[in-house]
């Protein structure tokens, strides 16, 4: 059953506050190269990964960075982060991770889709924007469902070409 923390939901997910007693899957998450790879970035070491996570937890509390924990419905257990931030043009971008042995069930479709309902619905933005890297084929096949590519260009702290992907209020609701 989802707790009191529980920020949305969507039809096998909801979606909740990270708590520092997610560290051990928020590791499974950070640790996986095979997760963290197609982002490009490197994976984390246990220490690392427990920096990182009290790190989510206060700029949750005190930025317009909202990275929250991801549950199956039923099941407390993080299976996946997501959340919202603002990118370097201050724009409203979503973002997703997901642990490795929950791939292949539609997840990032569906916290997709949830996030860009949250953001139009509950935050009330009138443009929402996604960076991919553009080697990481199954975020790039999710992002193409629902948003148009706007841009390609350099990002220098991940070493890679990224994709902006944009998608407007008017072409949503």
């Known amino acids: 059953m989802p707790d009191t923390n529980m920020i949305f ?24 190269p095979n997760v963290m ?57 979503i973002v997703y991770r997901i642990i490795e042995t929950y791939w292949g069930n539609g997840y990032g479709t569906e916290i ?11 935050m009330k933005s009138n443009l929402i924007t996604a960076d991919v890297c553009i080697e990481n084929v199954k975020s790039v096949k999710i992002l193409n469902k629902y948003f148009t590519i706007e841009k390609e260009f350099f990002n220098p702290e991940d070493n890679c070409i990224d994709r902006r992907y944009v998608l407007k209020r008017e072409n949503w609701l």
């Open 9 to 32: 939901e969507t039809t096998k997910l909801y979606v909740r506050q990270l708590e520092t007693n997610d560290a051990a899957a928020f590791f499974e998450l950070m640790g996986n």
């Open 37 to 93: 790879n197609p982002i490009p970035q490197k994976p984390f070491n246990e220490k690392e990964s427990v920096s990182k996570l009290a790190e989510l937890i206060l700029l949750e509390k005190s930025s317009d960075t909202k990275i929250w924990c991801l549950c199956q419905k039923g099941n407390n257990k993080l299976i996946g982060i997501c959340g919202v931030l603002k990118n370097d043009d201050k724009e409203d971008e």
């Open 112 to 122: 997709a889709k949830g996030l860009i309902d949250y953001c139009f619905v509950t």
